[in-house]
């Protein structure tokens, strides 16, 4: 479901509307598909795809996994960001939390673009237009050009200093996945977000 912020803004509820209908058009089997964006009065969100199992951060909750084990899902993730970035679609937050794989072994990635999204535009605006407004980290899951926004210790270092991104930053945060599922650690961390964003860059 939507925050409230977007669904009373017709401008970026049109936006999320154009935009959740461009990632409905993504059918991979490891991208988890979206079926329709409903709206109410009180309420507006996207119909998914429901898919059952963990996700990848539980699994390396439990421990690193062995090489046998980690190929086969990042192979499975890789496949899913080369057909988004082949249609011009970049997840800007991949993380395990977004990452299920299934008690048969396939991977799905979830919310796939919702980042660009949620954009708000106006915010964006307004920060290239005043400099002096320091860059923050204000959702899990939205990236902005001018502003610090996603998931931190994944963050590409462009992304960390709230500059455009395009599919590389999917690439460097597919290697921090990939790390953190065979180390059983992230690859960057830090007490806090600065010390995190401070080790990236």
Known sequence: TLPASVIHDAERLARFDREARTLATLNHPHIGQIYGFEQSPDLSGLVMELVEGDDLSARIAQGPLTLEEALPIARQIAEALEAAHEHGIIHRDLKPANI??????????????????????????????????????????????????????????EQAKGKPVDARSDVWAFGCVFYEMLAGRRAFEGEDVSDTLAAIL
């Open 100 to 157: 299920k794989v299934r008690t048969d072994g396939t991977v799905k990635v979830l919310d796939f673009g919702l980042a660009k999204a949620m954009e708000p535009r106006a915010l964006a605006d307004e920060v290239s237009a005043n400099p002096t407004i320091s860059p923050t980290i204000t959702s899990p899951a939205m990236t902005v050009r001018g502003m610090i926004l996603g998931t931190a210790a994944y963050m590409s270092p």
